[in-house]
């Protein structure tokens, strides 16, 4: 599926500081039975978000009105689990385009960078020094430039440099996906399989 | 000129590369294709979308699992979102020629039991699934792993996906395990050392005495639960065993193709000397039977010992106490002894034959726990034929179990196999994460022999008892 390009996000942040935020927590298995991608942004977060009648749980962060924005920031090994791309699609459908930790599970981070949400990795002391920015002051800013590959907190100015691969820098710049890549490779496919062992 | 030794990963990953992008993935060929209800119905929408087909109808294997019913099978699932789920995966098969093993069919169980026990998934081969315990398939030496929903559309339209090749690890485990210590207590004793992302970024080798003497069943546990380690996946060489076990099996190749799949299978092992980016290893004396008393599969400990304190544990802050708060744990509690409600055995992490005799090997002569609930569900038709072929179902039966039909059922709890708020369940499935199991459930991890020991003791008990 298409999505937006992603060059410079400008955005005040969610903070989400627990480790090891599984894709149950983040869409759980209930809440996968749709045969198309649509409203699972509703669901993001459903058992930290909701009591079973359904009622927001007030101290959860999603709930609390001061803190907004197209940043989510979540603690260490976040989205550790299972393949499910509907963890990624939540998150992308309630409006975030970019998940700051300092350690994401593999399959979540592959998934997320294929539906256009960037992944941004920093280092455990950077993301502490957003913890306290958020904290400080809910509105803080950061500044995510993808060009650059480089995040900011704009009030103090710090900034810190990640790392991603070219093809998929490009690919989120310009909103491709896999598919178009894959698609143009047809003859080289079958000439593959012509020799391959199965 | 002398050939550079290479790892079994390499030899694999490396003939199955068709093009390498400069500081990008690779392309990668992938030789086999699972699909379920779940995870696959967005896919096939974007093919719609884009106007594009299935490239290889036949190398895609379609079976229901992850939100069947176990029990009635032969009656209309009820849930409309679920039989909506389950049409579109019969329709879509039928529409690109892709073979579905949907309910009721007698090949029909979890995606990862009937793989490999319909010989689909051979040595040397890369499979990949929307499913994460995709790794399952890596116990017969392929690479195997999960993919999410983009990737299965990848699949579908080029049999390629774009991959960067991950870093090696291998962990060997040399000396022979203790009684009453079965496959199931080698990665949760690992998962206990290096935590739930103590592999992260790396492709997993098994190797050593515990590994090659154990069954491919066995072997199948082990290299599941490698994705909870937060590896790719895990993997282990083909040998004798891996051999006899595929022979005859439906897909198996035969006759002169059988001989020489034979003669590559044997290439597919670790040179001496071939190097990896991280090496670990362990002694199987170490090895208790394991249980888990937190929310990931990284926080479990040998049966009898306590809780740890949160002094103890690396990352024992904030994220560990949440953790036994959800369970209803305090630090430094014993665990045996814990009162359990449910007993799950299944999932295609347990629940395949073997597991079953295990489990038949402690409730036999036993009698139920009162205050157990136990769900006892076959991965697959062929294991439930087993189950009642070898008088398995007899004695569980007398000792007060039923036996439900072949699903994923209580292991992700999508369909009405849900553990209650605050109940505790004795599970042999791979994830104790909040909710897993059903909202509020609290899952403890175990063996098939631990889950046999609760559910006759009603509590956590050690099965070195009992045997
Ligand atoms: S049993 Fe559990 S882990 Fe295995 S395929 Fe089904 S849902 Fe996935």
Redesign the interface.
């Known amino acids: 599926m298409a999505y937006d390009k992603f060059t410079i996000l400008k955005s005040s942040a969610v903070p989400l500081p627990i480790e090891n935020v599984d894709t149950d927590q983040i869409i759980p298995a209930r809440f996968l039975k749709a045969t198309e991608r649509k409203n699972f942004g509703d669901n993001l977060f459903r058992d930290w978000r909701y009591n079973n009648d359904d009622s927001p749980k007030k101290d959860f962060v999603l709930n609390n009105p001061i803190y907004s924005g197209k940043i989510l920031v979540g603690g260490k090994n976040f989205g550790s689990g299972s393949s499910r791309e509907h963890a990624a699609w939540a998150i992308y459908d309630y409006g975030f385009r970019a998940v700051v930790s300092s350690f994401f599970a593999d399959i979540f981070k592959g998934n997320a960078l294929n539906i256009g949400i960037l992944p941004v990795t920093v280092s455990p002391e950077f993301l502490d020094k957003i913890f306290k920015a958020i904290e400080a002051d809910p509105k803080a800013e950061l500044e995510i430039n993808l060009p650059e590959q480089t995040i900011s907190i704009l009030a103090s100015g710090e900034k810190e440099s990640f790392v991603i691969n070219g093809y998929k820098k490009h690919n989120m710049t310009n909103g491709f996906d896999d598919i178009d890549y894959l698609q143009a490779m047809k003859d080289e496919i079958k000439t593959f399989t012509a020799n391959s062992a199965y | 000129m002398s050939v550079k030794p290479t790892t079994l990963f390499d030899k694999v990953w490396d003939?199955?590369v068709?093009?390498k992008?400069?500081?990008?993935?690779d392309?990668f060929?992938i030789?086999?294709h699972f699909i379920h209800e779940?995870?696959s119905?967005?896919a096939f929408?974007?093919l719609q979308?884009?106007n594009?087909s299935v490239?290889?109808p036949d190398r895609t294997f379609a079976t229901a699992d992850?939100?069947t019913p176990t029990i009635n099978q032969h009656l209309p699932v009820e849930?409309p979102?679920?039989a909506?789920?389950l049409k579109?995966l019969e329709d879509n098969s039928a529409k690109y020629g892709i073979s579905h093993w949907g309910l009721n069919n007698p090949k029909n169980g979890i995606v990862h039991v009937v793989g490999p026990e319909n010989g689909i998934t051979?040595p040397?081969?890369t499979i990949v699934c929307?499913?994460?315990h995709?790794s399952t398939h890596g116990a017969f030496g392929a690479i195997a792993f999960?993919?999410?929903?983009?990737?299965v559309?990848?699949v579908l339209?080029?049999?390629?996906?774009?991959q960067?090749k991950?870093k090696k690890m291998r962990i060997t485990i040399n000396g022979k395990l203790g009684k009453g210590v079965v496959a199931k207590d080698v990665p949760l004793y690992i998962l206990s050392q290096i935590s739930?992302?103590g592999a992260?970024?790396y492709f997993i080798e098994f190797a050593g005495e515990v590994f090659e003497n154990m069954s491919m069943e066995g072997r199948m546990t082990v290299c599941n639960l490698s994705i909870e380690m937060?590896a790719?996946g895990g993997m282990i060489a083909p040998d004798e065993t891996t051999f006899n076990y595929l022979k005859g099996r439906e897909k198996s190749p035969k006759g002169d193709a059988w001989d020489k799949a034979l003669v590559?299978w044997k290439t597919l092992k670790t040179d001496a000397d071939a190097e990896f980016d991280a090496e670990l290893s362990f002694s199987a004396d170490d090895i208790d039977p394991q249980i888990t008393y937190g929310t990931?599969p990284g926080l479990g400990t040998g049966i009898t010992k306590n809780i740890p304190l949160s002094t103890a544990v690396k990352?024992g802050?904030?994220?560990y106490k949440?953790s036994l708060a959800y369970m209803g744990f305090a630090e430094d509690e014993k665990i045996i002894g814990k009162k359990v409600d449910y007993v799950f055995l299944g999932s295609c992490t347990n629940g395949r034959i073997e597991d079953f005799r295990a489990f038949a090997t402690i409730v036999k002569g036993r009698k139920k726990a009162d205050n157990i609930t136990a769900w006892l569900v076959p991965g697959s038709h062929i294991v439930e034929s087993q189950i009642k072929e070898e008088g398995i179902l007899d004695i569980l039966n007398e000792a007060g179990f039923s036996l439900r039909q072949p699903g994923c059922s209580a292991c992700?709890?999508?369909n009405d196999d849900k553990i209650p708020?605050g109940k505790y369940a004795v599970s042999t499935s791979n994830?104790n994460?909040?909710?897993?199991q059903g909202?509020g459930a609290r899952t403890l991890l175990a063996s098939p022999l631990v889950a046999a020991a609760a559910a006759v003791t009603g509590v956590v008990t050690d099965p070195r008892d009992l045997l």
């Open positions: 003939s199955h068709i093009r992008i400069e500081d990008g993935p392309v060929f030789d086999r779940v995870t119905p967005v929408l974007g979308t884009r594009i490239m290889f992850h939100n849930d979102l679920s909506n789920q579109a051979l040397g081969m929307g499913d994460s995709t999960g993919i999410g929903t983009s990737e559309e990848m339209s080029s049999q390629c996906i774009m960067p991950p739930a992302s992260t970024g937060g790719r590559y990931n990352d802050g904030a994220s949440k992700l709890a999508m708020a994830r994460f909040e909710g897993r909202p």
